[in-house]
């Protein structure tokens, strides 16, 4: 028999317990500075209870957990309720297939006024459809190639090349008169003339200030941006600072995008470290759809910083139509689709549903997308 309940404060051990045992070597990730960051210490999660659930077996030991991470919400001009993410749903092994995931979910959804995801298994994608969530405007994903090292050719032409006796005679041949080393200088020379006119858009009147936390600066792009969108998460100076001064395990690069002096938007940034493959992220960005010079600014920014620092490729998600004209225009590459999924526990939005599905403001910090080590 296997109970489903809220967790407390007193079985923090045993869920330290269980998560070690669920996630191995990730486990380091996941708590306790990961944990008591999201869960216990929230700034935004409701005073009463802990925002996790657990099933525990007849033992009395925890064999699965799901949670959900509490953010402020803005609607409108009016709500500004709590989003609560759904993650970290994971059962031990030896206890799948008993439908146990299914009923935290059900748990989970029964009890969040807001329900949100955004990347998902399709078994959790499938639990939240079951129950009756709806389906949020699109998160496109983006990426571009911005620089690669021998290693990375090398290995991508002899897993081509070695399929067969033949193609292990050819790959041989490639090793030995190291046509490799020759792909990879053209290859970053072309990727080079690409992007040499990057710097042509740089508004001259904008510059690009590192920040260590936000200031009241971050208040000010929040009241001049955030009305230009009709749903998202409360982009103020206390959330970023949480999310991306405060988050165990993360580094994140933090700018401001001054024009004239005044604060038009901002930047975060991350270079990924092993086991993460070579990357940049854009965590986040935030600037009016409006302002098409700032948007190509920021991006352009964004491209000559990762190429300073020789990542592979560049990372990106958004689903503001400006920001995605922005993407292409500065070379990326749509790779993929995301729907979320969404769950009005009490109608909260209810005055203007249909706007509702469609004015989402979603990235790649969104949810706990962006983490580490990702995947």
């Known amino acids: 028999m296997i109970e489903i309940r809220r967790a407390t404060l007193a079985d923090k051990s045993a869920i330290f317990d269980f998560l070690a045992a669920a996630y191995g070597d990730k486990a380091q990730y996941k708590f306790p500075e990961r944990w008591e ?28 957990q799901i949670a959900s991470m509490a953010e402020p919400l803005k609607h409108g001009t009016g709500h500004h309720p709590r989003l609560f993410w759904a993650v970290d749903l994971i059962v031990l092994p030896s206890y799948r297939n008993q439908k146990i995931g299914f009923q935290l979910t059900k748990a989970l959804y029964e009890d969040s006024d807001n329900l949100m995801a955004v990347p998902m298994s399709e078994a959790f994608r499938y639990y939240m459809k079951d129950l009756g969530c709806d389906l949020v405007n699109t998160v496109e994903v983006y990426s571009k190639a911005v620089h690669f090292g021998q290693e990375d050719i090398s290995k991508s032409i002899q897993s081509r090349l070695r399929r067969n006796r033949v193609g292990n005679v050819v790959g041989d041949l490639v090793r030995i008169l190291q046509f490799d080393r020759l792909a990879i200088k053209v290859l970053n020379a072309w990727i080079d003339l690409r992007d040499k006119q990057i710097n042509r858009y740089i508004d001259p009147l904008i510059k ?8 009241q600066r971050a208040d000010e792009i929040w009241e001049s941006v ?9 982009r103020d100076r206390q959330f970023l600072n949480w ?14 995008a001054m024009r004239d002096g005044k604060p038009i938007g901002y930047i975060v940034l991350r270079i990924v470290a092993p086991p993460e493959s070579n990357s940049g992220i ?7 759809p409006d302002d098409n010079k700032g948007i190509r600014s920021m991006l352009a920014f964004v491209l000559l910083y990762f190429k300073q620092h020789q990542v592979r490729y560049i990372h990106a ?3 503001e139509d400006a920001y995605q004209k922005g993407f292409i225009s500065l070379g990326f590459k749509k790779v993929k689709e995301l729907v979320p999924l969404y769950h009005d526990g009490k109608n909260l939005m209810s005055e203007d549903p249909p706007e509702m599905q469609t004015g989402w403001f979603l990235g790649r910090s969104d949810h ?8």
């Open 226 to 234: 955030s009305p230009h969108f009709e749903v998202l998460v409360r």
């Open 37 to 64: 960051w999201q869960f216990e210490h929230n700034p935004f999660k409701p005073d009463e209870g802990l925002p996790v659930w657990v099933a525990v077996n007849e033992a009395g030991e925890i064999v699965g």
């Open 282 to 288: 854009i965590a986040d960005m935030f600037i009016s």
């Open 317 to 319: 998600a958004s689903s």
């Open 208 to 215: 690009f200030e590192k920040i260590d936390s936000f200031d």
């Open 243 to 256: 999310k991306f001064v405060d988050q165990p395990h993360m580094s994140y690069q933090k700018f401001f």
């Open 368 to 375: 706990d997308w962006d983490q580490y080590p990702y995947g």
